[in-house]
């Protein structure tokens, strides 16, 4: 048996499963630690289920899939749906790669620790060249790690939320190269250009997130058989969000040189990589 992809609970795996047995695809779920797998029993046919996976993830409500369950399910399956607050850990979990996961980790304990008395060490210890006496370049994270300083509620909360979404879909349905390689450039050389900008006091994984989400939004324009993508809504949400950076509508300091740097090499390196073949 080949696994073509896993799912967060067995409800939507079922419905998944019912409608490839109406493509005369044989298959089966397995039960998992997180979330569930599916198996295709047939070698020959994994290729065909897993473009039809890809298509499951991008449009999971298709009434396709609900007719399936009608046509081809079976009334005797028995599914465990497990608790609520389970369900949102397993999807949070399984909506994610470890990358992901890292760093979502590493922002909530650093933040935690600036607000729990440890602020001044954390700062001095993370941010940028120039930010507090007795910095050198041979402190080489510094170029990076400020990305993983954020200052208040809204600025963390905001950047998460979008990383867990969008890197967690790049990460899952891509691969995790793709999204190693867009935390590190987008996390180190906006940073540079922010600093030219306004100076060393900045911090936040804005860049990133620009980062991703033009990667995303690319990719799903251009080849939307990976399996991910950005409604024109969010983006354009995006777009006003890194416009009123440039006024004081927001009331507090943006980095905005951080986001169109950001931005840009997203957008360069979704042009990049649907150009090619994508792997896992």
């Known amino acids: 048996m080949i696994e073509i992809g896993r799912l967060p609970n067995s409800r939507a795996a079922q419905a998944f499963v019912d409608y490839l047995k109406g493509e005369q695809i044989d298959c089966q779920i397995q039960p998992l630690p997180q979330g569930v797998a599916i198996l295709v029993i047939r070698e020959q046919d994994a290729e065909q289920a897993r473009k039809e996976f890809a298509h499951f993830i991008a449009h999971p409500y298709d009434n396709k ?30 909506g994610a790669g470890p990358i992901t996961l890292i760093i979502f980790g590493l922002c909530v304990l650093i933040y935690a620790a600036m607000n729990l008395g440890f602020a001044s060490p954390v700062y001095q210890a993370l941010s940028y060249f120039g930010a507090v006496p007795d910095t050198g370049f041979n402190q080489f994270w510094r170029v990076f790690t400020p990305s993983l300083l954020h200052f208040s509620a809204m600025h963390i909360i905001f950047n998460l939320l979008w990383w867990w979404y969008l890197g967690g879909k790049i ?16 996390g180190t050389l906006p940073n540079i250009v922010q600093y030219y900008v306004s100076g060393p006091n900045f911090g936040g994984l804005s860049g990133v ?72």
């Not at 899939?65 to 397993?90: C, R, V």
């Not at 990460?171 to 987008?186: D, F, K, Q, S, Y």
């Open 171 to 186: 990460e899952t349905r891509i691969g995790t190269a793709p999204l190693l390689i867009l935390l590190l450039v987008a």
């Open 65 to 94: 899939y609900l007719q399936a369950s009608w046509e081809h399910g079976d009334t005797n399956t028995k599914l465990d749906y497990g608790a609520p607050s389970l369900q949102l850990f397993t999807q949070f979990i399984t």
């Open 209 to 280: 997130v620009y980062a991703v989400a033009g990667y995303t939004w690319v990719m799903g324009l251009r080849k939307p058989e990976a399996g991910i993508g950005l409604p024109p809504s969010y983006m354009g949400f995006m777009l006003i969000w890194l416009v009123l950076g440039f006024t004081d509508f927001l009331g507090v300091s943006v980095a905005n040189g951080a986001h169109i740097g950001g931005l840009l090499i997203g957008l360069a390196q979704g042009w990049f990589d649907s150009r090619s073949k994508t792997t896992r």
